[in-house]
């Protein structure tokens, strides 16, 4: 098949998966200990080979040895054979090693601004009231010119926020500081768990998951996810932010030949856990718009009932390794994945999937029209590259060769919120201090040029004087703290 993706064996037919149906998605699913590891890993040197870029999270470290080839094993010679290929030989794909603490692979960040609010908000497990906090820090930052790059910059504008309650009220909503505090207890809490490494400059460059080596094979880059797995909400909402960023910023496609990059979103089940439904929204229409960028989604989870129906009906390319039914759960979850396929008269699906052993799947995948294939019981073809994982000497010579070495290593930290709201702060209060000054210094001047004999009457109209003063002083501060911030509108 042109464009063919050989995924397997049922019987004496090969089973295919068409490269040009791989932005229309799928779901690869089945226990621990099954062979989804080994299926994604098939699948990224597949696209490799054809000249499509791979992003895939690496959860255990066993992906890693897709960038080397693999070696001769009685077993791989067997399944060979049983599948019928012809021109099977060993070979690593080129690899981009990425990790968040730049410790295994070039650093991963973004900055608060590109993350948004309503990512955040989830990343920080906000209520709807807090949630509200956090946009009107968001419309502010927008509005004055404020750069927001890492977490002391949300800070500074949250505090600035909080300190401004009162007059934002009128044009942004009522702040209220228990909120903000709650906010504030938050940010620390994702600090101390890290995440204060995840944000900042300079921020991943969507371009660098795009590329294709001088052989025109395409890049898989690999994100080491062996600690990060512990955050799961960091997570799952860096991966849905990286698919949120590749909608926005890449040009409408339409249908291809191939697709412009294909996503494998491991442990699936983590992005939907406890989502609130405006996440569950824009999931759902990421998902859906991401295609027409020519952008394929796979995501990898135990049961398919750890995806919502309203995205696993946007998944059209099925791979279903086994389940095995041990409570009345595991029953009514095998019942589910079964009633996802297009029934085989061949064979009963729901029973099948409870029998399939290591390395066997049902496969349905989408026509050249987009119609699910009949399920089929398929054995998995074994990859060319290395089964199992590099040693740290082997990544850490491909990380040295690598052609993005230098550029996320050195973190840049440029002027923007934190550094303006303290100098704004710094001259503002300055500009009081002088005002104060002078005030006291023309009281001082008046005192001394006042005649003794009209001290009750002058006393009744410095009272007055003073008064004025104190109104004028409080409107002419608001006025010059407007203006001042009204200076860095458009600043970014």
């Not at 009107?136 to 509005?143: N, Q, S, T, V, Y």
Request: cysteine-free; hydrophobic content about 40%; charged content about 25%.
């Amino acid at each position: 098949m042109e464009n063919g993706i050989l995924i397997g064996g049922a019987g004496d037919q090969q089973i295919w998966l068409d490269a040009a149906m791989a932005n229309r998605h799928g779901l690869i699913t089945g226990a621990t200990g099954t062979g989804k590891t080994v299926t994604l890993q098939l699948l990224a040197e597949s696209f490799s080979r054809l000249g499509v870029p791979v992003f895939a999270a690496d959860i255990k470290g066993d992906l890693s040895g897709v960038a080397k080839p693999g070696s001769e094993h009685p077993k791989v010679a067997e399944r060979v054979g049983l599948i019928r290929i012809s021109d099977h030989s060993f070979e690593g794909s080129p690899v981009l090693f990425w990790d968040v603490q730049g410790d295994k692979g070039h650093a991963v960040r973004t900055t608060i601004s590109e993350m948004g609010p309503v990512l955040l908000a989830n990343l920080l497990e906000l209520n709807e009231t807090q949630e509200g906090i956090l946009h009107i820090a968001f419309a502010l930052a927008d509005d004055q010119g404020l750069l927001l790059l890492d977490l002391k910059d949300l800070r500074a504008m949250l505090n600035w926020v909080n300190d401004n309650a009162a007059d934002l009220s009128r044009e942004y909503g009522r702040v209220s500081t228990a909120s903000v505090t709650a906010i504030l207890r938050r940010l620390l809490v994702l600090e101390e768990a890290g995440g204060d490494e995840y944000f900042g400059e300079p921020a991943l460059r969507i371009e660098h998951l795009l590329q294709s080596d001088f052989s025109g094979r395409g890049v898989i880059s690999l994100l080491d996810a062996t600690t990060l797995y512990h955050n799961p909400r960091i997570y799952a909402t860096f991966l849905l932010w990286l698919l949120s960023e590749l909608m926005e910023q890449l040009p409408e496609r339409g249908d291809a030949p191939l697709p412009k990059l294909v996503f494998f979103f491991d442990e699936a089940h983590l992005l939907f856990d406890s989502a609130p439904p405006a996440l569950l929204e824009r999931i759902t229409q990421v998902v859906r718009l991401i295609r027409s960028k020519g952008v394929g989604v796979f995501f990898v989870t135990q049961y398919p009932s750890d995806v919502p129906e309203e995205v696993i009906g946007q998944l059209g390319n099925r791979i279903q390794h086994a389940l095995r039914a041990f409570t009345p759960r595991d029953r009514k979850a095998l019942r589910a994945a079964a009633e996802t396929f297009r029934a085989n008269p061949a064979f009963d699906t729901e029973i099948t999937i409870g029998e399939l052993g290591v390395g066997e799947a049902l496969v349905s995948t989408l026509d050249a029209k987009g119609v699910p294939s009949v399920v089929e019981r398929t054995l998995i073809a074994p990859p060319r590259s290395r089964i199992g994982p590099l040693s740290s000497e082997e990544r850490d010579a491909i990380i040295a060769k690598s052609p993005l070495r230098g550029t996320y290593e050195t973190v840049v930290d440029r002027e923007s919120a934190f550094e303006m709201l303290k100098k704004r702060t710094e001259e503002l209060e300055a500009q009081r201090a002088e005002a104060a000054q002078q005030q006291q210094a023309e009281d001082a001047a008046s005192a001394k040029a006042r005649p003794s004999g009209g001290r009750q009457r002058q006393g009744a109209v410095e009272a007055f004087t003073k008064s004025v003063l104190r109104s004028v002083g409080s409107s002419l501060g608001r006025s010059i703290a407007r203006g001042i911030l009204g200076s860095i509108i458009g600043r970014r």
